[in-house]
Nanobody, 122 residues
Framework: VQLQASGGGLVQAGGSLWLSCAAS????????IGWFRQAPGKEREAVSC????????YYVDSVKGRFTISRDNAKSTVFLQMNSLKPEDTAVYYC????????????????WGQGTQVTVSS
């Protein structure tokens, strides 16, 4: 089981990117999925999380109002729409599957795949 993030790139501040999280070996519709990021020299942090039943979402304060998480269960894909990007959003972004406990804790996720680099220039 592995999730693969894609869609990163280089964008100017104020721009937008659309990240996708695709799964192999698991049906995303049966799982709560989280997006994380890790900037150089910093710990990996939870960015957003979307429950499997769609009843709740979580956003870290720094991205509220700018990022939107969504899913297309038919395509087994979870998305992260990122608008009004800032240089401090620069990081490698990952998606992972929630296994229980506190949803903002990276230790409570598995199926990490390779991330996708997002670079925001000022």
């Amino acid at each position: 089981v592995q999730l693969q993030a894609s869609g990163g790139g280089l964008v100017q501040a104020g721009g937008s990117l659309w990240l996708s999280c695709a799964a192999s070996g698991v049906t995303l519709g049966d799982n709560t999925i989280g997006w994380f990021r890790q900037a150089p020299g910093k710990e990996r942090e939870a960015v957003s999380c979307h429950s499997r039943d769609g009843r709740w979402t979580y956003y870290v304060d720094s991205v509220k109002g700018r990022f939107t998480i969504s899913r297309d269960n038919a395509k087994s894909t979870v998305f992260l729409q990122m608008n009004s990007l800032k240089p401090e959003d620069t990081a490698v972004y990952y998606c992972a599957r929630f296994t229980g406990g506190r949803y903002y804790d990276t230790g409570n996720y598995d199926a990490w795949g390779q991330g996708t680099q997002v670079t925001v220039s000022s």
